[in-house]
């Protein structure tokens, strides 16, 4: 495998997973007709609790593999609750090519599966996190490192402050897609998912009018990472249920990212299940945890 532009695969990542194509087929039942699907975004946004499992596949440009990068996870926002399992393992068979595409080899942990395996628990004020590339700046014994969130999302945080916002996983940050449907919503049929009957339709995300509904603070990275990546407008499928509210999500990105001559195919799909049951969390061991200002203060120079 040669990767001529690198860069893409990360752009695409983040664009895809800033917000968070497979069907299961549409069914023959009919299906309510749809002009707009805002309504099922401010249903669904009014959730207290949920689970989820989500995946990314993607073709980098340059590239002869698929690569698949998997997250689960659980938000309960009444009880200040959540979890996140976050399958980066295919990233490491890149980073593997990438060493050998320079005539070198990958040092460290870097290419092995097991260490791209991220768990991240939320439990009140309190995060933990796992992250077996940072285990070498960890005490003998422990896998766990325990901190406050907004510690962990400053500057002063260290190798930490890029997972600190990983804190309280919230699915329903993917909503915005939803008020973001530019053109005819297609009834496609009706399917059951997880026990739960569905219906299925099929519409167009326009880009400009997502990058308006995000956050200020977010908007001009989004919109530049997008824009990179040559999106205008973004294929969405939604499954809904009778309650109005969303049971799954599939994005299909094809694209030719700016300065390249080669196209960037890329799906993401996300199951919503559960809603209103409690978060159960098994937090880690006490014995395998070390505390993130103590593991600041391992990693300070001498």
């Not at 990360?10 to 805002?38: K, M, N, Q, R």
């Not at 959730?47 to 499992?53: G, H, L, N, P, W």
């Not at 407008?233 to 694209?255: G, H, N």
Request: with cysteine; aromatic share 4%; charged share 25%.
């Amino acid at each position: 495998m040669t990767v001529r532009r690198p860069r893409f695969l990360l752009v695409a990542l983040l664009a895809l997973l800033a917000l968070a194509a497979a069907g299961c087929g549409g069914g023959a039942g009919a299906v309510p007709e749809l002009t707009s699907l805002d309504g099922v975004a401010q249903k669904s946004s009014t959730i207290d609790s949920a689970r989820f499992e989500m995946s990314l596949e993607l073709a980098p440009p340059g590239s002869d593999r698929r690569l698949r990068v998997g997250a689960s996870g659980g938000l309960d926002a009444r009880a200040g609750r959540a979890s996140l399992s976050l399958d980066l393992s295919a990233l490491a068979g890149l980073a593997a090519e990438l060493g050998r595409s320079l005539g070198g080899a990958v040092k460290g942990d870097l290419g092995r599966p097991d260490a791209w395996k991220l768990d991240v628990i939320q439990d009140g004020g309190t995060v933990y996190i796992r992250f077996p590339l940072l285990a070498g700046q960890l005490p003998a014994g422990k896998s766990w490192i325990r901190g406050d969130a907004k510690d962990l999302s400053s500057a002063g945080a260290g190798p930490l402050n890029q997972l600190g916002p990983l804190a309280g996983a919230d699915p329903r940050g993917l909503f915005s897609f939803l008020e973001a449907v530019s053109g005819p919503i297609e009834a496609v049929g009706s399917d059951e998912l997880r026990g739960v009957e569905t219906s299925h339709y099929r519409t167009t995300i326009d880009v400009a009018k997502l990058t308006r509904l995000v956050p200020a603070d977010r908007r001009r990275a989004l919109g530049g990472m997008l824009a990179q990546a040559g999106l205008a407008e973004i294929p969405l499928e939604v499954w809904i249920d009778a309650e109005q509210r969303l049971r799954k999500l599939v994005l299909a990105v094809d694209a030719t990212p700016q300065g390249s001559g080669e196209r960037l195919e890329a799906s993401l799909t996300m199951e919503l299940f559960d809603y209103g049951a409690p978060l159960a969390l098994e937090l880690p061991p006490a014995d395998e945890v070390v505390d993130a200002s103590a593991l600041k203060r391992l990693s300070a120079p001498s």
